[in-house]
């Protein structure tokens, strides 16, 4: 099985700020820009909750675990949570700290439970401990390489998902300069 990475982008200048001119001149226009990129996301999001496991993935994700810096990471709770997916525009200008530059995104769908994270992108990355390398390995032989759940239900709506967010920018585009002049 083939590893799933996230090299998708579409290149236009100008929409974060956009969308943060858009904001100040009409913040109902921003709201159902939002609400529009959640339609034209649904059936990504739809693919990933069929994909993605009602049960806790491993049997050791049904128990409480706090790594200590942060709240609990798992147990894994799929009613509670609506399995967690949730789509996104942002306007907000990237910041960089210490070398990390935050906020690049403009269009997305993020996990909103850290246990999901855990379990769609686990061993991606450097793979520290011994522990750590089993729990990715029993991840791999049952649902696939990192980018398990999300990546795999994007990847088979990309084309349509592209074509309608460039719609969705030009909409802005054209709205912004419009309310603008």
Known sequence: MSAYTANTSIDV???????????????????????????????????????????????????????????????????????GMKPFVSGKKPRQFNGFTSHLATFGIRWSTPGATVVEMSGKGKVPTSKGKEMVQALSNRYGQPGRFLWRAYTEHADEVQRNVERLVKDLMRTVQERLK
């Open 13 to 83: 200048i100008g929409v974060k700020e956009a969308l943060r001119e858009l904001n100040k001149i009409d913040k109902v226009a921003r709201r159902q820009l939002t609400k529009d990129y959640k339609e034209i996301v649904r059936p990504v999001i739809t693919a990933a909750q069929a994909l993605t496991p009602a049960a806790p993935p491993l049997s050791g994700m049904g128990y409480r675990w706090n790594p200590g810096y942060r709240g609990d990471v798992f147990p894994w709770n799929d009613a509670k949570e609506d399995r």
